[in-house]
T-cell receptor, first 112, second 114 residues
Framework: QQQVKQSPQSLIVQKGGISIINCAYE??????FPWYQQFPGKGPALLIA?????SEKKEGRFTISFNKSAKQFSLHIMDSQPGDSATYFC???????????FGKGTRLSVIA | DSGVTQTPKHLITATGQRVTLRCSPR?????VYWYQQSLDQGLQFLIQ???????AKGNILERFSAQQFPDLHSELNLSSLELGDSALYFC?????????????FGPGTRLLVL
């Protein structure tokens, strides 16, 4: 019930292409869905987050798509750049005092 | 720079030993989280403190303990270390500790148990 399943585990995308990372959850009480980005040797940092009252949120080249009925959400990186190469974690919570539940991460490599 | 500091950056020790990892949260943040990151398990939540009190507990082993001090810094104590405890340990902080808040992660402590 508390898991967040993330796929793929790793992803290689050509420069300029679209990177897509998917996550699925079971707990219908979840109402906050952030994505964290982690560069090698650094701690994760919040990239973008969404609540289920909207189906999509866009910030620059990064877009979260949310499907409440399917209990799935995804991160799209448009015009992927080598500088986007990092590990991406999706997460979910019920906005209260229960901790964020993280997916296992996707290692993205953008090649020129 | 997230404003969260962690020391030491690297730690090499032997099985059976005990180590202490230290974390200073961002100025103004009252809540501290500890995570363990290994290659196959991703980010595992260990424990959360808010203003000195334990708020939530995750997959923290009995050999591990933590506390948050009055000045809000936190320490994670790992004892009777095993090879499998080798991992990156992250501390994060947030203002009030609600799970919908942004968590700011420190640079991590890399622990190697030989």
């Amino acid at each position: 019930q508390q898991q967040v399943k993330q796929s793929p585990q790793s992803l290689i995308v050509q420069k300029g292409g679209i990177s897509i990372i998917n996550c699925a959850y079971e707990n219908t009480a979840f109402d906050y869905f952030p994505w964290y980005q982690q560069f090698p040797g650094k701690g994760p940092a919040l990239l973008i987050a969404i609540r289920p009252d909207v189906s999509e949120k866009k910030e620059g080249r990064f877009t979260i798509s949310f499907n409440k009925s399917a209990k799935q959400f995804s991160l799209h990186i448009m015009d992927s750049q080598p500088g986007d190469s990092a590990t991406y974690f999706c997460a979910a919570s019920d906005s209260g005092n229960t901790p964020l539940v993280f997916g296992k991460g996707t290692r993205l490599s953008v090649i020129a | 720079d997230s404003g969260v500091t962690q020391t030491p950056k690297h730690l090499i020790t032997a099985t059976g030993q005990r180590v202490t990892l230290r974390c200073s949260p961002r100025s103004g943040d009252l809540s501290v989280y500890w995570y363990q990151q290994s290659l196959d398990q991703g980010l595992q939540f260990l424990i959360q403190y808010y203003n000195g009190e334990e708020r939530a507990k995750g997959n923290i082993l009995e050999r591990f303990s933590a506390q948050q001090f009055p000045d809000l810094h936190s320490e994670l104590n790992l004892s009777s270390l095993e090879l499998g405890d080798s991992a990156l340990y992250f501390c994060a902080s947030s203002v009030t500790g609600l799970s919908s808040e942004t968590q700011y992660f420190g640079p991590g402590t890399r622990l190697l148990v030989l």
